[in-house]
T-cell receptor, first 114, second 113 residues
């Protein structure tokens, strides 16, 4: 149980385009999901907290107009990177919260912006 | 500022030995504590969680919590080369209103055959 999927697992896009990443909880409902970013050899960095049916809460320094989050249902949250630039290239990981606030992570999406 | 501190390592142990990973946290109000394993290039994987003082065992893994000392540890018995990874300690700090976790920077473990 407690499986979280992400799609796509990797994506290459051109600078200036937008990319949508999907995060799904497959066998449980997740009122809250989280989006993280991780650069090589660095720690996880929380970008935003996504709540079903309401606006996401963004961490300081994360541009909400650039990283659009939609939590449309109890099993799906999406992150759209708008007008992507090479510096947005990173490993994006989502997680969903379980019953005792443990977080189950998706496999991650590796974004490369050329 | 709520913080979770871990020794970055690398911690190197021989195969079959016990690996001991430590974590301290700053917020006395923290309720739940989690250990994750992250292989290079992969996302974190939950190993176990603990919220009561004392020990909690799951297979070769034992989590130990001491709230008075604000200290949580993970012991890995009979370490295997496949245990070589970065281990992340995480603490739930906001009383569970959203389940936000604060992560340590991780300890890199290397198990030598």
């Amino acid at each position: 149980g407690a499986v979280v999927s992400q799609h796509p697992s990797w994506v290459i896009c051109k600078s200036g385009t937008s990319v949508k990443i999907e995060c799904r909880s497959l066998d449980f409902q997740a009122t809250t999901m989280f989006w993280y970013r991780q650069f090589p050899k660095q720690s996880l960095m929380l970008m935003a907290t996504s709540n079903e049916g309401s606006k996401a809460t963004y961490e300081q320094g994360v541009e909400k107009d650039k990283f659009l989050i939609n939590h449309a249902s109890l099993t799906l949250s999406t992150l759209t990177v708008t007008s992507a630039h090479p510096e947005d290239s990173s490993f994006y990981i989502c997680s969903a919260t379980g019953l005792v606030y443990e977080q189950y992570f998706g496999p991650g999406t590796r974004l490369t912006v050329t | 500022q709520k913080e979770v501190e871990q020794n970055s390592g690398p911690l190197s142990v021989p195969e079959g030995a016990i690996a001991s990973l430590n974590c301290t946290y700053s917020d006395r109000g923290s309720q739940s504590f989690f250990w994750y394993r992250q292989y290079s290039g992969k996302s974190p994987e939950l190993i176990m969680f603990i919220y009561s003082n004392g020990d909690k065992e799951d297979g070769r893994f034992t989590a130990q919590l001491n709230k008075a000392s604000q200290y949580v540890s993970l012991l890995i018995r009979d370490s295997q080369p496949s245990d070589s990874a970065t281990y992340l300690c995480a603490v739930n700090w906001d009383g569970g209103s959203q389940g936000n976790l604060i992560f340590g920077k991780g300890t890199k473990l290397s198990v030598k055959p």
